[in-house]
């Protein structure tokens, strides 16, 4: 015989949910959007607006990384590429010598590879690490 559930015990069965989705999410390797972050995100259309997803994971395993967005366990999943985030102009002295065309730093066979690949760790844009993946990949070709 189904026992009936009080308005109480049925808020607190609600809350146990979302905190176990939000644990399931988080270790299948799920990050929680945040506006204050440098954080891309991924938007997707519904009843003709433009959605952000709740939750992003990034797949950076392919010669194209991406960006993967869902709102939760069991919802569908949007994928675009990944990209860097926009930066303000740098302030470079020309003068000094300093060329910021020289791509060969980013060459899968260069010298500085493990010292790009600090500065991106530190630079702390998986996006931007996704960009020098995706120029790798192209670079081997």
């Given at each position: ?21 939000i644990a399931i999410m988080k270790e ?31 797949n950076l395993s392919g010669p194209n ?57 530190e630079l702390d844009d998986v996006g ?14």
């Amino acid at each position: 015989m189904p026992v009936a559930r009080s308005v109480e015990n049925l808020k607190r069965s609600i809350c146990s949910d979302k905190h176990i989705n939000i644990a399931i999410m988080k270790e299948l390797g799920w990050k929680l959007y945040s506006d204050d972050t440098n954080m891309p995100d991924v938007s997707y259309l519904k009843n003709g607006g433009l959605k952000r997803t709740r939750w992003v994971c990034y797949n950076l395993s392919g010669p194209n990384p991406l960006i993967e967005g869902t709102n939760g366990p069991g919802e569908d999943i949007y994928a675009c590429d990944l990209h860097a985030a926009p930066q303000p102009c740098p302030n470079f002295d020309k003068a000094k010598g300093f060329q910021d065309d020289r791509l060969q730093i980013f060459y899968p066979t260069s010298k500085s590879r493990m010292l790009v690949n600090r500065a991106l760790g530190e630079l702390d844009d998986v996006g931007l690490r996704g960009e020098v993946i995706r120029f790798r990949h192209w670079a081997n070709e």
